[in-house]
Protein backbone atom coordinates (compact mmCIF):
# COMPACT_ATOMS: atom_id res chain seq x y z
CA UNK A 1 0.00 0.00 0.00
CA UNK A 2 2.88 2.07 -0.44
CA UNK A 3 1.13 4.52 -2.85
CA UNK A 4 -0.58 5.32 0.26
CA UNK A 5 2.78 7.88 1.06
CA UNK A 6 0.99 10.28 -0.78
CA UNK A 7 -2.69 10.23 -0.18
CA UNK A 8 -3.59 12.91 -0.39
CA UNK A 9 0.99 31.24 13.68
CA UNK A 10 -1.37 33.43 12.30
CA UNK A 11 -1.10 36.58 11.19
CA UNK A 12 -4.06 39.76 10.96
CA UNK A 13 -4.49 40.43 7.60
CA UNK A 14 -4.74 43.92 6.16
CA UNK A 15 -7.85 44.35 3.58
CA UNK A 16 -6.78 43.60 -0.11
CA UNK A 17 -7.43 47.11 -2.12
CA UNK A 18 -8.40 44.93 -5.40
CA UNK A 19 -11.49 44.37 -7.23
CA UNK A 20 -13.53 42.40 -4.85
CA UNK A 21 -14.14 43.70 -1.43
CA UNK A 22 -13.32 40.84 1.30
CA UNK A 23 -16.31 41.60 3.28
CA UNK A 24 -19.26 42.89 1.56
CA UNK A 25 -21.29 45.44 3.52
CA UNK A 26 -24.51 43.52 3.65
CA UNK A 27 -22.34 39.95 2.99
CA UNK A 28 -24.97 37.22 4.66
CA UNK A 29 -23.79 36.11 8.26
CA UNK A 30 -22.23 32.92 6.70
CA UNK A 31 -19.00 35.49 6.36
CA UNK A 32 -16.73 37.32 8.68
CA UNK A 33 -13.02 38.37 8.45
CA UNK A 34 -10.27 36.87 9.81
CA UNK A 35 -7.12 36.43 10.84
CA UNK A 36 -5.35 34.30 8.13
CA UNK A 37 -5.12 30.59 9.17
CA UNK A 38 -1.17 30.37 7.58
CA UNK A 39 1.48 32.69 8.02
CA UNK A 40 2.00 35.73 5.91
CA UNK A 41 5.12 37.11 4.90
CA UNK A 42 5.40 40.49 5.55
CA UNK A 43 5.95 41.96 1.77
CA UNK A 44 2.73 40.89 1.10
CA UNK A 45 0.32 41.62 3.92
CA UNK A 46 -0.92 44.64 2.28
CA UNK A 47 -2.31 42.66 -0.63
CA UNK A 48 -3.84 39.53 1.62
CA UNK A 49 -6.80 38.74 3.40
CA UNK A 50 -8.19 36.41 4.94
CA UNK A 51 -11.89 35.73 6.25
CA UNK A 52 -14.13 32.89 7.22
CA UNK A 53 -17.11 31.12 5.08
CA UNK A 54 -19.05 29.43 7.40
CA UNK A 55 -21.41 26.75 5.55
CA UNK A 56 -23.91 23.72 6.34
CA UNK A 57 -22.55 20.17 6.40
CA UNK A 58 -25.62 19.27 4.68
CA UNK A 59 -28.24 21.45 2.88
CA UNK A 60 -31.67 20.55 2.13
CA UNK A 61 -34.03 18.76 4.56
CA UNK A 62 -33.67 17.23 7.88
CA UNK A 63 -30.23 18.84 8.06
CA UNK A 64 -28.94 19.86 11.50
CA UNK A 65 -28.63 23.56 11.84
CA UNK A 66 -26.15 22.87 14.82
CA UNK A 67 -23.57 21.25 12.30
CA UNK A 68 -21.64 23.68 10.28
CA UNK A 69 -18.26 23.59 9.16
CA UNK A 70 -16.11 26.83 8.98
CA UNK A 71 -13.88 27.28 5.88
CA UNK A 72 -11.19 29.78 5.21
CA UNK A 73 -10.15 31.78 2.48
CA UNK A 74 -7.78 34.05 1.39
CA UNK A 75 -7.78 37.14 -1.30
CA UNK A 76 -4.53 38.07 -3.41
CA UNK A 77 -5.30 41.72 -4.36
CA UNK A 78 -4.03 41.89 -7.87
CA UNK A 79 -0.89 43.98 -8.49
CA UNK A 80 -2.45 45.73 -10.99
CA UNK A 81 -3.24 49.64 -9.84
CA UNK A 82 -6.74 48.66 -12.34
CA UNK A 83 -7.26 45.26 -11.75
CA UNK A 84 -9.88 43.77 -13.59
CA UNK A 85 -13.58 42.67 -11.83
CA UNK A 86 -13.49 38.95 -12.58
CA UNK A 87 -11.77 37.20 -9.70
CA UNK A 88 -9.63 34.12 -10.55
CA UNK A 89 -11.31 31.20 -8.12
CA UNK A 90 -8.77 28.61 -6.62
CA UNK A 91 -11.18 25.81 -5.06
CA UNK A 92 -8.51 24.63 -2.48
CA UNK A 93 -6.51 26.37 0.12
CA UNK A 94 -3.89 25.10 2.66
CA UNK A 95 -0.47 26.20 3.89
CA UNK A 96 1.26 25.67 0.60
CA UNK A 97 -1.07 27.29 -1.51
CA UNK A 98 -0.61 31.00 -0.10
CA UNK A 99 2.70 31.03 -0.42
CA UNK A 100 2.87 29.45 -4.08
CA UNK A 101 0.42 31.89 -5.50
CA UNK A 102 2.94 34.92 -3.77
CA UNK A 103 5.75 33.49 -4.95
CA UNK A 104 4.65 31.89 -8.48
CA UNK A 105 1.17 33.34 -9.22
CA UNK A 106 1.39 36.48 -10.82
CA UNK A 107 0.58 34.89 -13.93
CA UNK A 108 -3.12 34.75 -12.01
CA UNK A 109 -2.78 38.05 -10.04
CA UNK A 110 -0.75 40.45 -12.04
CA UNK A 111 -4.40 41.46 -13.67
CA UNK A 112 -7.11 39.86 -10.97
CA UNK A 113 -7.45 38.98 -7.67
CA UNK A 114 -7.19 35.57 -6.49
CA UNK A 115 -9.50 33.62 -4.03
CA UNK A 116 -8.52 30.88 -2.50
CA UNK A 117 -11.14 28.49 -0.44
CA UNK A 118 -10.53 25.87 1.69
CA UNK A 119 -12.38 22.79 0.57
CA UNK A 120 -14.74 21.09 3.03
CA UNK A 121 -12.49 18.73 5.43
CA UNK A 122 -9.50 19.61 4.24
CA UNK A 123 -6.66 20.51 6.62
CA UNK A 124 -7.58 24.20 7.56
CA UNK A 125 -11.49 23.29 7.41
CA UNK A 126 -13.18 23.49 10.78
CA UNK A 127 -13.73 20.53 10.65
CA UNK A 128 -11.15 18.21 9.27
CA UNK A 129 -10.86 15.29 7.98
CA UNK A 130 -7.32 14.92 8.78
CA UNK A 131 -6.20 11.81 10.27
CA UNK A 132 -3.34 11.75 12.38
CA UNK A 133 -3.56 8.29 12.84
CA UNK A 134 -2.56 7.58 9.77
CA UNK A 135 0.65 9.90 9.98
CA UNK A 136 3.92 8.88 9.81
CA UNK A 137 4.88 8.29 13.22
CA UNK A 138 2.42 5.60 13.12
CA UNK A 139 4.76 3.87 11.10
CA UNK A 140 7.64 4.49 12.79
CA UNK A 141 9.47 2.39 14.83
CA UNK A 142 13.06 2.24 16.27
CA UNK A 143 14.06 4.51 13.20
CA UNK A 144 12.54 1.95 10.49
CA UNK A 145 9.59 3.24 8.07
CA UNK A 146 7.36 0.01 7.50
CA UNK A 147 4.04 1.03 5.74
CA UNK A 148 2.61 -2.39 5.94
CA UNK A 149 -0.93 -2.65 4.71
CA UNK A 150 -2.75 -4.25 7.52
CA UNK A 151 -1.75 -1.35 9.74
CA UNK A 152 -2.78 1.32 7.25
CA UNK A 153 -6.20 -0.31 6.97
CA UNK A 154 -6.15 -0.73 10.70
CA UNK A 155 -5.46 3.56 11.03
CA UNK A 156 -7.92 3.91 8.41
CA UNK A 157 -10.25 2.76 10.23
CA UNK A 158 -9.29 4.67 13.84
CA UNK A 159 -9.72 7.27 12.07
CA UNK A 160 -13.33 6.54 11.12
CA UNK A 161 -14.20 6.05 14.50
CA UNK A 162 -12.87 9.37 15.83
CA UNK A 163 -14.23 11.60 13.04
CA UNK A 164 -17.87 9.60 13.57
CA UNK A 165 -17.89 9.33 17.43
CA UNK A 166 -17.00 13.45 16.84
CA UNK A 167 -20.77 13.85 14.64
CA UNK A 168 -18.99 13.88 11.71
CA UNK A 169 -21.22 13.09 8.52
CA UNK A 170 -18.44 11.49 6.32
CA UNK A 171 -20.42 11.61 3.34
CA UNK A 172 -21.05 15.11 3.24
CA UNK A 173 -18.15 15.84 1.92
CA UNK A 174 -17.79 15.13 -1.26
CA UNK A 175 -17.67 17.19 -4.40
CA UNK A 176 -21.32 18.07 -4.74
CA UNK A 177 -21.60 19.87 -1.18
CA UNK A 178 -18.12 21.82 -2.71
CA UNK A 179 -20.01 23.07 -5.66
CA UNK A 180 -21.93 24.47 -2.98
CA UNK A 181 -19.94 26.08 -1.05
CA UNK A 182 -18.14 27.96 -4.05
CA UNK A 183 -21.66 29.28 -5.01
CA UNK A 184 -21.97 30.44 -1.19
CA UNK A 185 -18.63 32.49 -1.29
CA UNK A 186 -19.40 33.72 -4.62
CA UNK A 187 -22.96 35.01 -3.09
CA UNK A 188 -21.53 36.41 -0.22
CA UNK A 189 -18.56 38.77 -1.82
CA UNK A 190 -20.97 39.47 -4.54
CA UNK A 191 -18.92 38.19 -7.67
CA UNK A 192 -20.21 38.39 -11.24
CA UNK A 193 -17.91 37.18 -13.57
CA UNK A 194 -14.90 34.87 -12.74
CA UNK A 195 -12.57 32.56 -13.58
CA UNK A 196 -11.66 29.01 -12.29
CA UNK A 197 -8.32 27.06 -11.77
CA UNK A 198 -8.69 23.43 -10.86
CA UNK A 199 -5.13 21.30 -10.43
CA UNK A 200 -4.85 18.22 -8.61
CA UNK A 201 -7.70 16.49 -6.72
CA UNK A 202 -9.63 20.15 -7.56
CA UNK A 203 -9.27 19.16 -11.13
CA UNK A 204 -12.53 16.89 -10.60
CA UNK A 205 -13.58 19.65 -8.25
CA UNK A 206 -13.66 22.55 -11.00
CA UNK A 207 -15.46 19.97 -13.68
CA UNK A 208 -18.21 19.62 -10.92
CA UNK A 209 -18.47 23.03 -11.07
CA UNK A 210 -18.63 23.43 -14.49
CA UNK A 211 -21.58 20.83 -14.93
CA UNK A 212 -23.61 22.19 -11.89
CA UNK A 213 -22.81 26.14 -10.75
CA UNK A 214 -21.16 28.08 -14.02
CA UNK A 215 -23.41 31.05 -13.83
CA UNK A 216 -21.20 34.18 -14.26
CA UNK A 217 -18.08 31.63 -15.63
CA UNK A 218 -16.09 33.07 -17.77
CA UNK A 219 -13.16 31.08 -18.22
CA UNK A 220 -11.88 27.49 -16.46
CA UNK A 221 -8.22 26.64 -16.31
CA UNK A 222 -8.09 22.20 -15.66
CA UNK A 223 -4.38 22.27 -15.03
CA UNK A 224 -4.32 18.15 -15.47
CA UNK A 225 -7.74 16.89 -16.25
CA UNK A 226 -9.50 13.87 -13.93
CA UNK A 227 -12.29 13.05 -16.64
CA UNK A 228 -15.04 11.80 -14.49
CA UNK A 229 -16.19 9.44 -17.18
CA UNK A 230 -12.86 7.28 -16.99
CA UNK A 231 -12.90 4.60 -14.62
CA UNK A 232 -9.14 5.68 -12.90
CA UNK A 233 -8.45 2.35 -11.12
CA UNK A 234 -8.43 0.30 -14.06
CA UNK A 235 -6.74 2.88 -16.08
CA UNK A 236 -3.86 3.17 -13.58
CA UNK A 237 -1.30 0.80 -14.74
CA UNK A 238 -1.58 2.06 -18.48
CA UNK A 239 -1.08 5.77 -17.14
CA UNK A 240 1.60 4.44 -15.50
CA UNK A 241 3.01 3.01 -18.21
CA UNK A 242 2.52 5.48 -20.90
CA UNK A 243 4.45 7.91 -18.61
CA UNK A 244 7.18 5.24 -18.35
CA UNK A 245 7.34 4.92 -22.12
CA UNK A 246 7.80 8.65 -22.15
CA UNK A 247 10.92 8.28 -20.00
CA UNK A 248 12.61 5.84 -22.24
CA UNK A 249 11.83 7.42 -25.58
CA UNK A 250 12.86 10.24 -24.04
CA UNK A 251 16.56 9.43 -22.69
CA UNK A 252 16.58 6.84 -25.80
CA UNK A 253 16.64 10.15 -28.07
CA UNK A 254 19.45 12.12 -25.92
CA UNK A 255 22.57 11.14 -26.99
CA UNK A 256 24.30 11.16 -24.07
CA UNK A 257 21.69 9.37 -21.95
CA UNK A 258 21.59 6.83 -24.55
CA UNK A 259 25.30 6.34 -24.91
CA UNK A 260 25.62 5.75 -21.06
CA UNK A 261 21.75 4.09 -20.75
CA UNK A 262 20.86 1.81 -23.13
CA UNK A 263 18.39 -0.49 -22.63
CA UNK A 264 16.86 1.78 -19.98
CA UNK A 265 13.54 -0.14 -20.09
CA UNK A 266 14.90 -3.44 -19.43
CA UNK A 267 17.47 -2.30 -17.17
CA UNK A 268 14.13 -0.83 -14.83
CA UNK A 269 12.75 -4.18 -15.39
CA UNK A 270 15.86 -6.14 -13.84
CA UNK A 271 15.89 -3.31 -10.84
CA UNK A 272 12.01 -4.00 -10.62
CA UNK A 273 12.54 -7.54 -10.38
CA UNK A 274 15.53 -7.75 -8.18
CA UNK A 275 13.66 -5.55 -5.63
CA UNK A 276 10.71 -7.75 -5.89
CA UNK A 277 13.28 -11.03 -4.55
CA UNK A 278 15.54 -9.10 -2.32
CA UNK A 279 14.43 -5.44 -1.59
CA UNK A 280 17.14 -3.52 -0.11
CA UNK A 281 17.34 -0.61 2.78
CA UNK A 282 17.85 3.09 2.11
CA UNK A 283 18.33 5.65 4.63
CA UNK A 284 16.40 8.47 4.62
CA UNK A 285 15.74 11.67 6.51
CA UNK A 286 12.61 11.83 8.78
CA UNK A 287 10.14 14.52 8.04
CA UNK A 288 9.34 14.74 11.28
CA UNK A 289 12.20 14.43 13.82
CA UNK A 290 15.14 14.73 10.66
CA UNK A 291 16.66 12.10 12.31
CA UNK A 292 17.72 9.26 9.97
CA UNK A 293 15.09 6.91 9.06
CA UNK A 294 15.84 3.66 7.36
CA UNK A 295 12.95 2.08 4.97
CA UNK A 296 12.85 -0.82 3.32
CA UNK A 297 11.98 -0.88 -0.59
CA UNK A 298 10.92 -3.42 -2.45
CA UNK A 299 9.27 -3.53 -6.14
CA UNK A 300 6.12 -2.18 -4.70
CA UNK A 301 7.79 0.83 -3.32
CA UNK A 302 10.09 1.66 -6.02
CA UNK A 303 7.36 1.49 -8.89
CA UNK A 304 5.02 3.38 -6.56
CA UNK A 305 7.65 6.30 -5.96
CA UNK A 306 9.15 6.24 -9.24
CA UNK A 307 5.26 7.30 -9.80
CA UNK A 308 5.27 9.90 -7.74
CA UNK A 309 8.75 11.50 -9.10
CA UNK A 310 7.11 11.39 -12.73
CA UNK A 311 4.10 13.19 -11.84
CA UNK A 312 6.44 16.00 -10.05
CA UNK A 313 8.69 16.57 -12.89
CA UNK A 314 11.65 17.68 -11.07
CA UNK A 315 13.31 14.46 -10.83
CA UNK A 316 12.27 13.20 -14.53
CA UNK A 317 15.66 14.26 -15.46
CA UNK A 318 17.67 12.03 -12.99
CA UNK A 319 15.84 8.93 -13.09
CA UNK A 320 17.66 7.69 -15.89
CA UNK A 321 20.76 7.87 -13.28
CA UNK A 322 19.42 6.84 -10.44
CA UNK A 323 17.45 3.41 -12.62
CA UNK A 324 21.16 2.63 -13.67
CA UNK A 325 22.82 3.43 -10.08
CA UNK A 326 20.32 1.52 -8.44
CA UNK A 327 21.04 -1.42 -11.07
CA UNK A 328 24.63 -0.70 -10.27
CA UNK A 329 24.54 -1.48 -6.84
CA UNK A 330 24.83 2.16 -5.53
CA UNK A 331 20.91 1.99 -3.85
CA UNK A 332 22.00 5.05 -1.88
CA UNK A 333 20.82 6.39 -5.35
CA UNK A 334 17.15 6.03 -4.10
CA UNK A 335 17.00 8.31 -1.40
CA UNK A 336 16.63 11.45 -3.12
CA UNK A 337 13.76 9.76 -5.44
CA UNK A 338 12.66 8.91 -1.98
CA UNK A 339 12.82 11.54 0.15
CA UNK A 340 9.72 13.88 -1.53
CA UNK A 341 7.14 11.28 -0.94
CA UNK A 342 8.29 10.82 2.60
CA UNK A 343 7.78 14.71 2.92
CA UNK A 344 4.51 14.24 1.76
CA UNK A 345 3.38 11.88 3.50
CA UNK A 346 0.48 12.41 6.02
CA UNK A 347 0.39 15.92 4.20
CA UNK A 348 -3.59 16.53 3.43
CA UNK A 349 -6.60 15.57 5.02
CA UNK A 350 -6.62 11.52 4.09
CA UNK A 351 -10.24 11.08 4.95
CA UNK A 352 -11.64 14.23 2.71
CA UNK A 353 -9.56 11.91 -0.58
CA UNK A 354 -11.26 8.90 1.04
CA UNK A 355 -15.02 10.68 1.35
CA UNK A 356 -14.32 11.66 -1.79
CA UNK A 357 -12.56 8.49 -3.95
CA UNK A 358 -15.06 5.94 -2.29
CA UNK A 359 -18.04 7.90 -3.34
CA UNK A 360 -17.15 9.24 -6.68
CA UNK A 361 -14.45 6.93 -7.89
CA UNK A 362 -13.73 3.39 -6.72
CA UNK A 363 -17.79 2.07 -6.94
CA UNK A 364 -17.09 2.63 -10.90
CA UNK A 365 -14.03 0.47 -11.09
CA UNK A 366 -14.56 -3.41 -11.23
CA UNK A 367 -12.03 -4.98 -8.87
CA UNK A 368 -11.31 -7.93 -11.53
CA UNK A 369 -10.82 -5.41 -14.40
CA UNK A 370 -8.35 -3.65 -12.05
CA UNK A 371 -6.46 -6.81 -11.12
CA UNK A 372 -6.78 -7.84 -14.98
CA UNK A 373 -4.62 -4.68 -16.05
CA UNK A 374 -2.38 -4.88 -13.65
CA UNK A 375 -1.42 -8.24 -14.35
CA UNK A 376 -1.41 -7.31 -18.62
CA UNK A 377 1.76 -4.73 -18.23
CA UNK A 378 5.13 -6.54 -16.66
CA UNK A 379 6.23 -3.33 -15.56
CA UNK A 380 2.78 -1.74 -14.01
CA UNK A 381 2.32 -5.04 -12.35
CA UNK A 382 4.77 -3.99 -9.70
CA UNK A 383 2.72 -1.26 -8.31
CA UNK A 384 -0.44 -3.85 -7.61
CA UNK A 385 -0.99 -4.09 -3.80
CA UNK A 386 0.44 -0.27 -3.81
CA UNK A 387 -3.05 0.31 -2.72
CA UNK A 388 -6.20 -1.12 -2.04
CA UNK A 389 -9.17 1.64 -2.39
CA UNK A 390 -12.15 -1.12 -2.42
CA UNK A 391 -10.65 -2.38 1.20
CA UNK A 392 -10.43 1.16 2.00
CA UNK A 393 -13.82 2.13 0.89
CA UNK A 394 -15.18 -0.96 3.21
CA UNK A 395 -13.72 0.67 6.37
CA UNK A 396 -14.51 4.24 5.36
CA UNK A 397 -18.69 3.41 4.49
CA UNK A 398 -20.05 6.46 2.49
CA UNK A 399 -22.57 5.69 0.22
CA UNK A 400 -21.86 5.87 -3.66
CA UNK A 401 -22.65 9.06 -5.41
CA UNK A 402 -25.21 8.74 -8.08
CA UNK A 403 -24.60 7.39 -11.56
CA UNK A 404 -24.47 10.68 -13.03
CA UNK A 405 -21.32 11.44 -11.47
CA UNK A 406 -19.40 9.84 -13.69
CA UNK A 407 -21.05 11.35 -16.65
CA UNK A 408 -19.40 13.31 -19.27
CA UNK A 409 -19.05 16.83 -18.58
CA UNK A 410 -20.90 19.23 -20.86
CA UNK A 411 -20.33 22.81 -20.67
CA UNK A 412 -19.67 25.77 -22.73
CA UNK A 413 -16.85 28.03 -21.21
CA UNK A 414 -14.22 27.65 -22.60
CA UNK A 415 -11.29 25.71 -21.05
CA UNK A 416 -8.19 24.96 -21.00
CA UNK A 417 -6.87 21.62 -20.34
CA UNK A 418 -2.86 20.80 -19.73
CA UNK A 419 -0.98 18.23 -20.07
CA UNK A 420 2.48 17.12 -18.84
CA UNK A 421 4.23 15.12 -20.81
CA UNK A 422 5.60 12.53 -17.90
CA UNK A 423 2.02 12.74 -16.16
CA UNK A 424 1.01 9.21 -15.08
CA UNK A 425 -1.73 10.38 -13.51
CA UNK A 426 -4.38 12.81 -15.77
CA UNK A 427 -2.30 12.12 -19.45
CA UNK A 428 -3.33 12.94 -22.93
CA UNK A 429 -6.02 10.66 -22.93
CA UNK A 430 -7.44 12.22 -19.85
CA UNK A 431 -7.61 15.55 -21.19
CA UNK A 432 -9.02 14.18 -24.38
CA UNK A 433 -12.06 12.34 -22.54
CA UNK A 434 -11.87 15.58 -20.61
CA UNK A 435 -12.70 17.77 -23.08
CA UNK A 436 -15.22 15.59 -25.16
CA UNK A 437 -18.37 17.20 -24.18
CA UNK A 438 -16.29 21.12 -23.70
CA UNK A 439 -17.55 23.40 -26.64
CA UNK A 440 -14.76 25.62 -26.44
CA UNK A 441 -11.53 23.21 -25.21
CA UNK A 442 -7.51 23.86 -25.41
CA UNK A 443 -5.74 20.68 -24.99
CA UNK A 444 -2.24 21.51 -24.68
CA UNK A 445 0.88 19.17 -23.95
CA UNK A 446 3.94 20.23 -21.93
CA UNK A 447 7.05 17.73 -22.89
CA UNK A 448 8.53 19.00 -19.92
CA UNK A 449 6.32 18.45 -17.06
CA UNK A 450 4.67 15.63 -14.75
CA UNK A 451 1.03 16.58 -12.99
CA UNK A 452 -0.56 20.07 -13.54
CA UNK A 453 1.95 21.94 -15.62
CA UNK A 454 0.81 25.68 -14.91
CA UNK A 455 1.35 24.93 -10.78
CA UNK A 456 5.14 23.47 -11.78
CA UNK A 457 6.46 26.88 -12.59
CA UNK A 458 9.89 25.73 -11.30
CA UNK A 459 10.32 23.40 -13.98
CA UNK A 460 9.08 25.29 -16.82
CA UNK A 461 7.49 29.07 -16.90
CA UNK A 462 5.73 28.05 -20.49
CA UNK A 463 2.16 26.03 -18.60
CA UNK A 464 2.27 29.50 -16.36
CA UNK A 465 2.69 31.92 -19.43
CA UNK A 466 0.14 30.35 -21.44
CA UNK A 467 -2.25 29.99 -18.72
CA UNK A 468 -1.77 34.00 -18.29
CA UNK A 469 -2.30 34.78 -21.69
CA UNK A 470 -5.73 32.51 -21.96
CA UNK A 471 -7.48 33.65 -18.81
CA UNK A 472 -6.73 37.04 -20.18
CA UNK A 473 -8.77 36.45 -23.75
CA UNK A 474 -10.33 32.64 -23.45
CA UNK A 475 -12.01 33.53 -26.62
CA UNK A 476 -8.24 33.00 -28.48
CA UNK A 477 -5.88 29.78 -28.23
CA UNK A 478 -2.71 30.79 -27.03
CA UNK A 479 0.64 30.96 -28.65
CA UNK A 480 3.73 31.78 -26.62
CA UNK A 481 7.12 30.87 -27.92
CA UNK A 482 7.85 27.99 -25.84
CA UNK A 483 5.11 26.12 -27.29
CA UNK A 484 6.36 26.16 -30.72
CA UNK A 485 9.91 25.21 -28.67
CA UNK A 486 9.15 23.36 -25.67
CA UNK A 487 11.52 22.60 -23.50
CA UNK A 488 12.81 19.42 -23.93
CA UNK A 489 14.60 17.20 -20.52
CA UNK A 490 18.44 17.74 -20.22
CA UNK A 491 18.98 14.68 -18.58
CA UNK A 492 21.62 14.07 -15.76
CA UNK A 493 24.08 11.13 -16.58
CA UNK A 494 27.56 10.07 -14.36
CA UNK A 495 29.00 13.33 -16.66
CA UNK A 496 27.29 15.50 -14.89
CA UNK A 497 27.49 13.94 -11.21
CA UNK A 498 29.88 12.20 -8.39
CA UNK A 499 27.66 10.59 -6.65
CA UNK A 500 28.02 11.31 -3.15
CA UNK A 501 24.86 10.45 -0.60
CA UNK A 502 26.21 12.90 2.27
CA UNK A 503 25.63 15.56 0.48
CA UNK A 504 22.01 15.54 0.09
CA UNK A 505 21.43 15.59 3.80
CA UNK A 506 24.38 18.31 4.68
CA UNK A 507 22.41 20.96 4.44
CA UNK A 508 19.51 19.41 6.78
CA UNK A 509 22.07 18.52 9.34
CA UNK A 510 23.74 22.22 9.68
CA UNK A 511 20.37 23.38 9.94
CA UNK A 512 19.82 21.25 13.27
CA UNK A 513 20.58 24.18 15.91
CA UNK A 514 23.00 22.45 17.97
CA UNK A 515 25.09 21.06 14.76
CA UNK A 516 25.53 24.53 13.43
CA UNK A 517 26.41 25.94 16.63
CA UNK A 518 29.18 23.52 16.91
CA UNK A 519 30.07 23.82 13.53
CA UNK A 520 30.39 27.52 13.48
CA UNK A 521 32.09 27.54 16.77
CA UNK A 522 34.90 24.42 15.42
CA UNK A 523 34.98 26.67 11.84
CA UNK A 524 35.58 29.99 13.80
CA UNK A 525 38.55 28.56 15.94
CA UNK A 526 40.31 27.50 12.61
CA UNK A 527 39.35 30.85 11.22
CA UNK A 528 41.22 32.13 14.19
CA UNK A 529 44.28 29.66 13.77
CA UNK A 530 45.16 31.16 10.67
CA UNK A 531 45.18 34.70 11.98
CA UNK A 532 47.42 33.27 14.77
CA UNK A 533 49.65 31.54 12.68
CA UNK A 534 50.10 34.84 10.71
CA UNK A 535 50.54 37.14 13.50
CA UNK A 536 53.23 34.70 14.80
CA UNK A 537 54.64 34.32 11.53
CA UNK A 538 54.94 38.45 10.89
CA UNK A 539 56.42 38.58 14.96
CA UNK A 540 59.49 36.64 14.30
CA UNK A 541 60.98 38.04 17.29
CA UNK A 542 58.53 35.61 19.21
CA UNK A 543 60.28 32.66 18.24
CA UNK A 544 63.56 33.37 19.19
CA UNK A 545 62.55 33.94 22.58
CA UNK A 546 61.21 30.29 22.36
CA UNK A 547 57.76 31.18 23.45
CA UNK A 548 55.84 29.41 20.93
CA UNK A 549 56.76 25.58 20.18
CA UNK A 550 56.90 24.35 16.88
CA UNK A 551 53.62 23.06 15.50
CA UNK A 552 52.35 26.72 14.62
CA UNK A 553 53.07 26.00 10.87
CA UNK A 554 50.93 22.37 10.84
CA UNK A 555 48.15 24.34 13.26
CA UNK A 556 47.84 27.08 10.39
CA UNK A 557 47.98 24.46 7.21
CA UNK A 558 45.45 21.82 9.44
CA UNK A 559 43.20 25.18 9.64
CA UNK A 560 43.32 26.39 5.97
CA UNK A 561 43.00 23.31 4.22
CA UNK A 562 39.83 22.30 6.55
CA UNK A 563 38.91 26.05 5.64
CA UNK A 564 39.26 26.16 2.42
CA UNK A 565 37.34 22.55 2.28
CA UNK A 566 34.03 24.78 4.02
CA UNK A 567 34.58 27.57 1.65
CA UNK A 568 34.72 25.42 -1.30
CA UNK A 569 31.72 23.45 -0.54
CA UNK A 570 29.35 26.32 0.44
CA UNK A 571 29.91 27.84 -3.24
CA UNK A 572 29.00 24.54 -4.73
CA UNK A 573 26.09 23.94 -2.87
CA UNK A 574 25.20 27.54 -4.02
CA UNK A 575 26.01 27.65 -7.19
CA UNK A 576 25.65 24.15 -8.19
CA UNK A 577 22.15 22.41 -9.87
CA UNK A 578 19.89 21.29 -6.74
CA UNK A 579 19.26 18.19 -8.96
CA UNK A 580 22.89 17.13 -9.00
CA UNK A 581 23.40 18.22 -4.74
CA UNK A 582 20.66 15.73 -4.01
CA UNK A 583 22.66 12.80 -5.40
CA UNK A 584 26.51 14.03 -5.21
CA UNK A 585 28.61 16.83 -6.71
CA UNK A 586 29.44 18.17 -9.86
CA UNK A 587 32.33 15.54 -11.29
CA UNK A 588 34.68 18.79 -11.72
CA UNK A 589 34.70 19.69 -7.98
CA UNK A 590 36.80 16.52 -7.13
CA UNK A 591 40.01 18.41 -6.12
CA UNK A 592 37.87 19.72 -3.82
CA UNK A 593 37.91 16.72 -1.77
CA UNK A 594 41.73 16.24 -1.29
CA UNK A 595 41.14 19.31 1.05
CA UNK A 596 39.97 17.82 4.26
CA UNK A 597 42.81 14.66 3.97
CA UNK A 598 45.49 17.33 3.81
CA UNK A 599 43.86 18.96 6.57
CA UNK A 600 43.12 15.75 8.79
CA UNK A 601 47.14 14.02 7.78
CA UNK A 602 48.59 17.86 9.08
CA UNK A 603 46.09 17.68 12.44
CA UNK A 604 47.80 14.21 13.60
CA UNK A 605 51.04 15.78 12.60
CA UNK A 606 50.20 18.70 14.62
CA UNK A 607 48.71 16.18 17.76
CA UNK A 608 52.21 14.14 17.41
CA UNK A 609 54.13 17.65 17.37
CA UNK A 610 52.26 19.09 20.43
CA UNK A 611 52.80 15.69 22.50
CA UNK A 612 56.41 16.26 22.61
CA UNK A 613 55.58 19.78 23.29
CA UNK A 614 53.76 19.33 26.14
CA UNK A 615 56.39 16.71 27.68
CA UNK A 616 59.27 18.97 26.75
CA UNK A 617 57.62 22.02 27.98
CA UNK A 618 58.46 23.82 24.44
CA UNK A 619 56.91 27.12 24.67
CA UNK A 620 54.67 29.53 26.87
CA UNK A 621 52.05 27.10 28.06
CA UNK A 622 49.29 29.90 26.72
CA UNK A 623 50.37 28.82 22.82
CA UNK A 624 50.70 25.59 23.63
CA UNK A 625 47.20 25.52 24.77
CA UNK A 626 45.81 27.96 21.92
CA UNK A 627 47.35 25.12 19.79
CA UNK A 628 45.96 22.22 21.19
CA UNK A 629 42.50 23.89 20.93
CA UNK A 630 43.00 24.43 17.58
CA UNK A 631 44.15 20.72 16.90
CA UNK A 632 40.79 19.52 18.59
CA UNK A 633 38.94 21.63 16.13
CA UNK A 634 40.79 20.16 13.01
CA UNK A 635 40.17 16.78 14.26
CA UNK A 636 36.77 17.76 15.27
CA UNK A 637 36.22 18.93 11.97
CA UNK A 638 37.63 15.89 9.96
CA UNK A 639 35.72 13.72 12.55
CA UNK A 640 31.98 15.33 11.56
CA UNK A 641 33.35 14.92 8.17
CA UNK A 642 33.95 11.23 8.32
CA UNK A 643 30.59 10.58 10.69
CA UNK A 644 28.58 12.50 7.74
CA UNK A 645 30.55 10.32 4.63
CA UNK A 646 31.85 13.69 3.30
CA UNK A 647 35.63 12.56 3.57
CA UNK A 648 35.97 10.57 0.42
CA UNK A 649 37.25 10.62 -2.56
Given at each position: ?449 GNAAVWSTDVSRCGAAVARQFIRDPGFSPSVSCLTRPVQVDYLTTADIDPNPAVSSLSRDVRGPVTAVLLALTLLVLAATVVYAI ?23 AATFNLAYAIGVAVVLATADPLVLAFGLPPGVWPLLVLPFAGLVTAILLVAVLVRAWITDDGVIVHRVLLSISAVASLAFAIWLL ?7
Amino acid sequence: MVALLVAAGALTAVPAAGAVAPIAADAPDTTERAECPVEVPAASRDRVSCGILTVPERRGDGADPERVIRLPYAIIAAASVEPREDPLIVPFFDVGTLAHFLDSGDWASDERDVILLARRGDDLSEPTLACPETGLSSFVADGAFDLDPDRWLTQVGACRERLVAEGVDLAAYGNGPAVADIAALRTALEIGAWNLYGAFDASRLAMRVMRAESEGLRSVVLDGASAPQLPRYELMPANFSTALDRLFEGCAADDDCAERYPGLERTLAGVLNRAASAPFDVVAVDPATGGRLTVTVDDTMLASVLRDALASAELVAALPFAIDQIAEGNTDAFAPILQPTLDRFGVGAVGLRLSVDCAEEVPFNDPELVAEAFAADPLASHLEGAVDPFAECAIWEVPAAGEGVNAVVTSDVPTLITVGGFDPIDPLPWAEAAAEGLSEPTVLVFPRAGNAAVWSTDVSRCGAAVARQFIRDPGFSPSVSCLTRPVQVDYLTTADIDPNPAVSSLSRDVRGPVTAVLLALTLLVLAATVVYAIVIGVRRRMRRGGEVPAGIVLAGLAATFNLAYAIGVAVVLATADPLVLAFGLPPGVWPLLVLPFAGLVTAILLVAVLVRAWITDDGVIVHRVLLSISAVASLAFAIWLLARGLLTL
